[in-house]
């Protein structure tokens, strides 16, 4: 059974940074896409970025445009999330995903194209 493992949340200031980090049981070569999502209290999950596996193509929402960059380790197995200028809004439980079928660009921000996903690590900014 496929593992993914997030971890690196915790709770910073605005205008602060963090670096999440996905650790796959398997070769993240066998994937297609993987992707940051995000899910706050009282709110539907949502896409952060994606990452296509074959050349590297990233895909952003607009709020963290700019802001987020997702990376990823052939070798380490491994997928990142670097958020830096955290605000208040980004304040939710980050999640890892992954699907090995090829999703069209436009779709890979949807929690609903993914079938691989980890347990999820929270993220709190607050002054």
């Known amino acids: 059974q496929v593992q993914l493992v997030e971890s690196g949340g915790g709770l910073v200031q605005p205008g602060s940074s963090l670096k999440l980090s996905c650790a796959a049981s398997?070769?993240?070569?066998?994937?297609?896409?993987m992707g940051w999502f995000r899910q706050a209290p009282g709110k539907q999950r949502e896409g952060v970025a994606s990452i296509s596996i074959s050349d590297t193509l990233t895909h952003y929402a607009d709020s963290v445009k700019d802001r987020f960059t997702i990376s990823i380790s052939k070798d380490k197995n491994m997928v990142y999330l670097q958020m830096d200028n955290l605000k208040p809004e980004d304040t939710a439980v980050y999640y890892c995903a992954a699907d090995p079928h090829y999703v069209l660009l436009l779709l890979r921000l949807d929690p609903n194209e993914y079938d691989d996903w980890g347990q999820g690590t929270q993220v709190t900014v607050a002054s």
């Open positions: 398997q070769s993240i070569l066998d994937y297609s896409v």
